[in-house]
């Protein structure tokens, strides 16, 4: 069987409460947040998954205008590794 690198993009959103002076404020304040995003190891992945991980991901104020999209990834993609 021949090894794919695998990359599918997803979509979702965080949640926080922010303590601030204005909803914009609220915005601003959240957009500066740390934060840290991994996929839970412990669950069993199908027959030939390994490797699971979150690659790249950013905070949007808006992730599509018009017909322009300005996430990382649009489309799922597969490239064969070569061992």
């Known amino acids: 069987m021949t090894k794919y690198e695998v ?39 199908p027959e030939g998954v390994s490797d699971v991980s979150v690659e790249e991901w950013s905070f949007f104020e808006v992730i599509t205008e018009g017909n322009v999209f300005h996430g990382p990834l649009n489309r799922a993609t597969a490239e064969e590794i070569e061992e």
Do not use: C, N, R, W
């Open 7 to 45: 990359q599918i993009p997803f979509a979702g959103y965080v949640v926080m409460t922010v303590e601030a002076d204005s909803e914009a404020d609220a915005i601003d304040k959240a957009f500066g947040a740390e934060l840290t995003m991994k996929p839970d190891v412990d669950v069993e992945q």
